[in-house]
């Protein structure tokens, strides 16, 4: 029996403030309408999965509102997101950090990707987690997923760990992670089909809560 996964990138998180790993405003009523959008496509998940950050379980928690009814998730830390602000200060430790690094929108995601391509590469000393570790926890999340025997799942997780895994089962270099992560929108849905003889990339980046009149306000990367 081959599984749908429905792999969702959490609502807009808190950019520049001291707790990213809180839901905005926007985030709640984006996370509500994708609940109501994927109901309107008849999406009835078997089971719910979610990473062990805030930003997950709120943006589960907003879609449930929208679905119903809502059910418990299960958490698997290895959905979470990689630690982006550890990361650029490993790189920086001895000085030189651009301004607005951590601030700066246009300055974040530029350092950001350099230093991803980096890390990579294994060219930062003491990183918060090796890239290896970090990949190696992405599919041992996906496999627990795939374990689990339901037919549909839907999962919470965030712009890394997706980038990462349709670049893995893409058959991408690593490099390819990033790319696909800037791509990633918020409350955007890749689905994946899972089956005994492989996983296939169904759909990527789709955002069927976002319409033309709403697209201007619904929008949004981070």
Request: charged share 25%.
């Amino acid at each position: 029996m081959s599984q749908m996964m429905h792999l969702v990138r959490h609502a807009q998180a808190s950019f520049g403030a001291a707790d990213y790993d809180n839901l905005s405003d926007l985030g709640h009523r984006q996370s509500i309408a994708l609940g109501v959008a994927l109901k309107r496509q008849g999406v009835r998940p078997d089971k719910v999965f979610i990473g062990a950050m805030k930003r997950h379980r709120q943006t589960w928690e907003g879609m449930a509102a929208g679905m119903g009814p809502d059910a418990e998730p299960e958490i698997l830390p290895g959905l979470n997101e990689f630690d982006f602000t550890g990361l650029l200060n490993a790189r920086f430790a001895d000085g030189g950090a651009p301004k607005g690094m951590h601030d700066d929108r246009r300055a974040h995601f530029r350092t950001l990707r350099d230093t991803m391509l980096m890390w990579q590469r294994d060219e930062i000393d003491t990183p918060p987690e090796q890239f290896a570790d970090f990949s190696a926890r992405v599919r041992d999340a996906r496999d627990q997923i795939a374990a689990s025997g339901v037919s549909t799942a839907l999962a919470v997780s965030s712009g890394g760990a997706i980038g990462r895994t349709v670049a893995e089962i893409t058959g991408g270099p690593a490099d390819q992670m990033i790319a696909l992560q800037l791509q990633v929108k918020n409350c955007a849905v890749a689905r994946l089909v899972i089956s005994r003889n492989g996983t296939w990339l169904n759909g990527f980046n789709e955002t069927p809560h976002i319409t033309a009149e709403n697209e201007q306000e619904m929008l949004t990367y981070s």
